[in-house]
Structure formats: C-alpha cells, structure tokens
C-alpha cells in the first residue's frame, strides 16, 4: 500500500497554496491512503481558555467546506478528523473518506489536554469511550489515536490484539521528541504500522510527518523543505509482526 503523511501549516493563508500542492503532489505519487493533520482545516482554536461559540461556528464551517474538497485526493482513501456538533456535542472525530464507501465517522477523540495553547477539555465534549478496529478497505484493519490519545499504549495494545494493521495519529502538536517516541512504542505495541501527520508553523506546531513500521523503525519523516513524503508499505509485514515479540506475550 502506497502511503502518503504530511505537515500543514496552520496559518490560513499559508495552508491554501500548501493543500494545492498536497493534490498534486499525491497525484503524482498515486498514493492509495493520505494522511492529514488533526482538525487542519481551521487555525488552531485551543489557545483560546474558554469555549467561543462564534470560533466554534467558524471553525466547523470551514471544515464543512474543506471536506466537501476531500474528492480532490482521489482516488486515494483519504483519514483525518474534523470537528462537528452533535446533539449539543462538541466533537473531534476521526474519518475516512474514498470515492468508493465516501464519509465514514471512525472514532471520537476521548483524552483531551488542559494546558496553555492546547485547552481541548474546555473546548471539546466526550463520547463514550470507544477504541475498535475499523475495516477501511479490504486488507486495511484501522485505528485511530488522536494526538494525546497516542501517549497511551494500552490502546495502541488494544488495537493490535484486535489486528489493526495501521494506527493513524493525526497531531496538532509541538516539536518535543515525545510526539515522536509515542507513535513509536505505539507501533511496538501494537506491531502496526503507524502513521502521523502534523500542523506547522514557527511558533507552536512542530510538522514531522512520520511513517513508522510495525517494530517501530522511522521509515520516513517530513520537513519544512519536504512536507509531504511517501512510502510503500506491505500490510502483511503486520501480521507477522504480531507472532513476534512483545506483541506475542500473553494476557
């Protein structure tokens, strides 16, 4: 399977040129499944303390916008988030997209950071916890760990005994190593494939796209003079993986 991740900038005029690119690019490359970054399309709103209902409404319309543009990355299958209002809700929630099944709502992001510039508690409301597997395609057993949601391994675990083959990780996050040893012992965990795309700017968002194998090796990373990278995967290095150990220890 043919991957591509990415890091985008979060500021807007800035993030327009960046998408078009994003298509040809992926065109290019025929890339089967993209990866983008957690909520890309509005600049980031967690700075803000409180909830803002008026930035609440901006934010989920230009999503609505942006999503009806997914289409312009066919025909690879295309996984993200987007936030939406649900019943009174306010939700982050992990999809997929293809020209063949269309939308699909995945997963809701349920760990959600309370500290400067990332107030997600304040902003965000919970639904019942819910970390399963998801069959995007054929051979494509998926989950989805939403930023934070990859600082903890039981789910990362939890997916792999469920078989997912790939761990998405759509961040909005900074440049500390973390964000880049988390998604790791994700895929140790759980002996998928995990990949993550990320906002950028100069200030807070640190890119680094990643593309990581089911042992956890870094087969490719974005930049700022590379924001978009590609690799071949094969899903059944996955299955294996998961005959071997840590994946092979017993409950």
């Known amino acids: 399977m043919r991957v591509t991740v990415c890091e985008l900038p979060d500021e807007r005029r800035a993030f327009a040129p960046a998408w078009e690119a994003l298509v040809a690019y992926v065109k290019e490359q025929k890339s089967e499944l993209v990866l983008l970054p957690e909520l890309p399309f509005s600049a980031w709103f967690g700075r803000t303390p409180e909830f803002e209902a008026g930035a609440w409404q901006r934010a989920e319309a230009e999503h609505e916008v942006m999503m009806r543009r997914l289409p312009e990355l066919a025909p690879a299958t295309v996984l993200g988030t987007h936030l939406l209002t649900e019943e009174g809700r306010h939700l982050n929630r992990g999809f997929s997209w293809s020209s063949a099944e269309g939308?699909?709502?995945?997963?809701?992001?349920?760990?959600?950071?309370?500290?400067?510039?990332?107030?997600?508690?304040r902003w965000f409301d919970r639904s019942p916890r819910d970390f399963t597997v998801t069959h995007v395609q054929q051979d494509l057993?998926?989950?989805?760990?939403?930023?934070?949601?990859?600082?903890?391994?039981?789910?990362?675990?939890?997916y792999g005994?469920?078989?997912?083959n790939i761990i998405a990780v759509p961040r909005a996050a900074?440049?500390?190593?973390?964000?880049?040893?988390?998604?790791?012992?994700?895929?140790?965990?759980?002996?998928?494939?995990?990949?993550?795309?990320?906002?950028v700017d100069e200030r807070l968002f640190g890119g680094r796209g990643l593309v990581i194998d089911p042992d956890g090796k870094l087969l490719?990373?974005?930049?700022?003079?590379?924001p978009f990278v590609t690799v071949d995967i094969d899903l059944e290095q996955s299955t294996q993986a998961k005959r071997t150990y840590p994946r092979d220890v017993v409950e």
């Open 174 to 199: 900074t440049r500390h190593e973390r964000w880049v040893i988390a998604p790791q012992m994700a895929a140790i965990a759980s002996g998928a494939f995990v990949l993550s795309s990320n906002r």
């Open 161 to 164: 005994r469920q078989g997912a």
């Open 220 to 226: 490719a990373e974005t930049s700022r003079e590379k």
């Open 141 to 158: 057993a998926l989950g989805f760990l939403i930023c934070t949601e990859v600082m903890f391994n039981e789910w990362a675990r939890h």
């Open 103 to 121: 939308y699909r709502g995945i997963h809701d992001k349920y760990y959600f950071p309370d500290e400067e510039d990332f107030y997600e508690r």
